[in-house]
């Protein structure tokens, strides 16, 4: 048997490692592997939830966010290799302009 | 107890895996730990009962998500990352500030556990249940998730094709 708070307290430090990851990486592919991290945080929680409140809802919400998030890297990476093709870096901090 | 210590066991291997993520340089070497991170979650949803989400897990995130990100990391050929410095102020504010944000919603969350512990199998989540309730309650969400990954792979396919052909010098307005 295991506390709910234990859940989110694991739920919590996957999301804010996310975060920090977010911030601090320079690596575009890096930072959108961040993302997922943050996304697979919150599907925990939304697992946990369902277990606690016995409703199979929360995993159907698992469900979704995991096709949206297939969705996101699928546009993302694609992206990524267009970015890529035109700059010639992954580095985000020389990406930092619209114009070419 | 078991429980519990499979919890401990794997939540710690989970954290090990996102903190590695942000410690390596390459690429490839994130990527890796992210799969770790995802199969011991994965390991988490089992216990929670929700088998059929373990499985996606397994099947979309660790298989497909992430060969496809390990695949651009190939194809485009990624080295390591060079950093570069930080502000000192976000240093000297982010670290205290991260620390302290987090042992308060710890201490939050820990605090209000007066309620009723997960029991392990609890809530079944069985792909037929699941099946149930996607085809019958969630309907409409579900279709509109596949014309949502339409537009993805149209998307996917536009982006990353080959670039659009320049225009001609000499070709009217």
Not at chain 2, 61 to 75: E, K, Q, R
């Amino acid at each position: 048997m295991v506390p709910l708070s234990y859940y989110l307290v694991l739920s919590g430090i996957l999301f804010a490692c996310g975060v920090i990851g977010f911030l601090i990486k320079r690596n575009i592919i890096t930072i959108f592997m961040s993302i997922e991290l943050m996304l697979n945080g919150v599907n925990l929680s939304f697992v946990a939830f369902a277990a606690h409140w016995q409703r199979l809802s929360g995993q159907i919400f698992v469900f979704f966010v995991m096709v949206v998030a297939a969705a996101e890297a699928a546009v993302g990476l694609g992206i990524i290799i267009a970015v890529f093709r035109t700059r010639e870096t992954l580095n985000v901090d020389q990406v930092n302009l619209l114009k070419l | 107890m078991l429980h519990l210590i499979l919890f401990l066991i794997f939540g710690s291997i989970c954290v090990a895996g996102a903190v590695n993520l942000l410690v390596q340089r390459h690429p490839i070497s994130s990527a890796l730990s992210l799969v770790v991170v995802m199969a011991s979650l994965a390991v988490e949803y089992l216990l929670l009962g929700a088998e059929f989400v373990a499985a996606v897990q397994v099947i979309i995130y660790a298989g497909a998500v992430m060969v496809l990100f390990v695949f651009v990391i190939m194809l485009l050929n990624a080295g390591a990352e060079e950093r570069t410095q930080g502000s000192r102020v976000a240093l000297l504010l982010g670290v205290p500030g991260v620390l302290v944000g987090g042992v308060l919603v710890a201490w939050v969350l820990l605090r209000q556990s007066g309620t009723q512990p997960v029991a392990l199998g609890a809530l079944p989540g069985y792909p037929k249940i699941i099946g149930n309730l996607i085809f019958h309650d969630f309907l409409l969400p579900f279709e509109v998730t596949s014309i949502l990954i339409l537009i993805a792979i149209m998307g996917a396919v536009v982006l990353a094709g080959q670039p659009a052909t320049q225009s001609q010098p000499g070709e009217e307005r």
